[in-house]
T-cell receptor, first 116, second 112 residues
Framework: GAVVSQHPSRVICKSGTSVKIECRSLDFQATTMFWYRQFPKQSLMLMATSNEGSKATYEQGVEKDKFLINHASLTLSTLTVTSAHPEDSSFYIC????????????FGPGTRLTVL | GNSVTQMEGPVTLSEEAFLTINCTYTATGYPSLFWYVQYPGEGLQLLLK?????DKGSNKGFEATYRKETTSFHLEKGSVQVSDSAVYFC???????????FGPGTRLSVLP
């Protein structure tokens, strides 16, 4: 149980285009999902917290107009990187919050974005 | 603020060696503590967790004990395998699974 999927796993795009990444909780409902960015050989940096039915909460320094987050249902959150540039190339990982007495985040497999 | 410190890697061991990866934390209140593992090119997988002091989390031969007095959650395994080669992240959460804070990660390489 508690499986989180991401799609696509890998995407290459041209500079200036927009890319959408999907995060799905497959066997549970997630009112809260999280988006992280991971640079090579570094730890995860929280970008934003995605709440179903409401606006996402962005961490300081993350441009909300560049990284659009939509949490339209209890099993799906999307991250759209708008007008992507080479510096946006990174590994993007989502996680979903499994609510309960011992709450834990479960992570998706990640999406490798390369902007040419 | 809350923070997690891990021993710097990379750590290189021979197969069947004993593994310890140190993790210490700073947090207000009573955090839950986690170890996640990341294999090359993949996302993070929960390895084990502990939610209160003196709890021991264990999975796949790995163990870690929540030590409140030393604010530590060291990861141990008695006999590592080549397949254990990965990056290991220590993490804490302080509010119902949210407010996750990750350590910098420790890369482990196990040689045959």
């Amino acid at each position: 149980g508690a499986v989180v999927s991401q799609h696509p796993s890998r995407v290459i795009c041209k500079s200036g285009t927009s890319v959408k990444i999907e995060c799905r909780s497959l066997d549970f409902q997630a009112t809260t999902m999280f988006w992280y960015r991971q640079f090579p050989k570094q730890s995860l940096m929280l970008m934003a917290t995605s709440n179903e039915g409401s606006k996402a909460t962005y961490e300081q320094g993350v441009e909300k107009d560049k990284f659009l987050i939509n949490h339209a249902s209890l099993t799906l959150s999307t991250l759209t990187v708008t007008s992507a540039h080479p510096e946006d190339s990174s590994f993007y990982i989502c996680s979903a919050d499994l609510e309960g007495p011992t709450d834990t985040q479960y992570f998706g497999p990640g999406t490798r974005l390369t902007v040419l | 603020g809350n923070s997690v410190t891990q021993m710097e890697g990379p750590v290189t061991l021979s197969e069947e060696a004993f593994l310890t990866i140190n993790c210490t934390y700073t947090a207000t209140g009573y955090p839950s503590l986690f170890w996640y593992v990341q294999y090359p090119g993949e996302g993070l997988q929960l390895l084990l967790k502990a939610t209160k002091a003196d709890d021991k989390g264990s999975n796949k031969g790995f163990e870690a004990t929540y030590r409140k007095e030393t604010t530590s959650f060291h990861l141990e395994k008695g006999s590592v395998q080549v397949s254990d080669s990965a990056v290991y992240f220590c993490a804490l959460s302080t509010m119902y699974g949210q407010n996750f804070v990750f350590g910098p990660g420790t890369r482990l390489s196990v040689l045959p």
